[in-house]
């Protein structure tokens, strides 16, 4: 199996506060989790890769300091939200790649996360 | 630059029947992936089907089955014997190095 947790489903915060949300590979270890923000009838973008034991890689655009990206080992990695505004409200996707596999291409999806900030 | 596209938005298929989605992309990669998702309305990610560039049949799993025409860089998915439980958005992904890169789905209803 290739499972991937991700928690908490839902948050609703206030705005000016920080949310951490985690991303777990429950079954395989993960050198490289990616993580994606789908706002409402759109596709997938990506916000950043996560690569164990180093720092993240932002795409063109997104502010690396309002989301901080830590992957501090191999079946773990957060997205912290800091100082969160309304406009940050949006689904947040991780993903994850096995480690050392012929499918290593193949990219595991946990089941999302729903910030909803005040 | 790698683009997909996805030029259908919407489709409609009633239950049993067959439909196919299109997906058609540039690269000038030449070792490269190619992807289905499923992301019904839970909105968790599920892959369908991949397919290796490198690989000339195409790849099927179970009522799934892929139209992949290098050439044309081209990736239908078609879905047979559709069942309700196949509702839902349907994204192309392709991927060379390590990123993906979305299509911008069709959301594929079906009709009792």
């Known amino acids: 199996g290739a499972v991937v947790s991700q928690h908490p489903s839902w948050v609703i915060c206030k705005s000016g506060t920080s949310v951490k949300i985690e991303c777990r590979s429950l079954?395989?270890?993960?050198?490289?989790m990616f993580w994606y923000r789908q706002f409402p009838k759109q596709s997938l973008m990506l916000m950043a890769t996560?690569?164990?034991?180093?720092?993240?890689?932002?795409e063109q655009g997104v502010e690396k300091d309002k989301f901080l990206i830590n992957h501090a080992s191999l079946t773990l990695s957060t997205l912290t939200v800091t100082s969160a505004h309304p406009e940050d409200s949006s689904f947040y996707i991780c993903?994850?790649?096995?480690?050392?596999?012929?499918?290593?291409?193949?990219?595991?999806f946990g089941a999302g996360t729903r910030l909803s900030v005040l | 630059a790698q683009t997909v596209t996805q030029s259908q938005p919407e489709m409609s298929v009633q239950e049993a029947e067959t439909v196919t989605l299109s997906c058609t992309y540039d690269?000038?990669?030449?070792?490269?992936?190619l992807f289905w998702y499923k992301q019904p309305p839970s909105r968790q990610m599920i892959l369908v089907i991949r397919?290796?560039?490198?690989?000339?049949q195409n790849a099927t799993e179970n009522r799934f089955s892929v139209n992949f025409q290098k050439a044309a860089k081209s990736f239908s998915l078609k879905i047979s014997d559709s069942q309700l439980g196949d509702a839902a958005m349907y994204f192309c992904?392709?991927?060379?190095?390590?990123?993906?890169?979305f299509g911008t789905g069709t959301r594929l209803k079906v009709l009792a």
């Open positions: 993903s994850a790649r096995k480690t050392g596999t012929v499918a290593k291409n193949i990219q595991y």
């Open positions: 079954d395989f270890q993960a050198t490289t």
């Open positions: 996560s690569n164990e034991g180093s720092k993240a890689t932002y």
């Open positions: 690269t000038s990669e030449s070792d490269y992936y």
């Open positions: 397919q290796e560039a490198y690989k000339q």
């Open positions: 992904a392709y991927t060379g190095t390590y990123k993906y890169i």
